[in-house]
T-cell receptor, first 112, second 113 residues
């Protein structure tokens, strides 16, 4: 069982819709959570980080964290074709919390 | 700003050959990482170094060795390459602290034939 799990998709949404991406993790002691976006053939880049239970909003992106359920999600409002990419969930784990573990990623396709 | 630099960008090896992937960062980061990425598998952690002088195994360390040469450089060595090690390898670095952003190199595409 992977320490960080995501549905690999693809998740297909029409332009303008809300895309919802989900992630679960195994280490109950984890404190920091990240969403990265990766375009095909490129390196991952950070979209958002979240540390506290609840919602965190940044423009069209909202990250949601529920530590009791060991669940973190990313909502993308008003999805655009340029949002089509793979979205990777990452969790800080382990003693010292420098072990950064990624999920398998969810491929998002936004159709015009 | 160079950020995280990986060399080489592409490499083809024969089964059994050895090679070292190089990674250097110029952001004075404490932590450095090596990941491999295969289709549908996301990023899998091979080894990481939380600080200069320390290294720890990740999810898939078998067949690899690492060296944290100094604060800037973290190398990944394949002693006897196997076709199963065909992958894209990413190096990353981040500052000390739980919530810090990881910055990635451009990746090395390795093919073992």
């Amino acid at each position: 069982q992977k320490e960080v799990e995501q549905n690999s998709g693809p998740l297909s949404v029409p332009e303008g819709a809300i895309a919802s991406l989900n992630c679960t993790y195994s280490d109950r002691g984890s404190q920091s959570f990240f969403w990265y976006r990766q375009y095909s053939g490129k390196s991952p880049e950070l979209i958002m980080s979240i540390y506290s239970n609840g919602d965190k909003e940044d423009g069209r992106f909202t990250a949601q964290l529920n530590k009791a359920s060991q669940y973190v999600s990313l909502l993308i409002r008003d999805s655009q074709p340029s949002d089509s990419a793979t979205y990777l969930c990452a969790v800080n784990m382990g003693g010292g919390f420098q072990k950064l573990v990624f999920g398998t990623g969810t491929r998002l396709l936004v159709s015009p | 700003n160079a950020g995280v630099t990986q060399t080489p960008k592409f490499q083809v090896l024969k089964t059994g050959q050895s090679m070292t992937l190089q990674c250097a960062q110029d952001m004075n980061h404490n932590s450095m990482y090596w990941y491999r990425q295969d289709p549908g598998m996301g990023l899998r952690l091979i080894y990481y170094s939380a600080s200069e002088g320390t290294t720890d195994k990740g999810e898939v360390p078998n067949g690899y060795n690492v060296s944290r040469l100094n604060k800037r450089e973290f190398s990944l060595r394949l002693e006897s390459a196997a076709p199963s090690q065909t992958s894209v390898y990413f190096c990353a670095s981040r500052a000390r602290g739980e919530g810090t952003e990881a910055f990635f190199g451009q990746g090395t595409r390795l093919t073992v034939v």
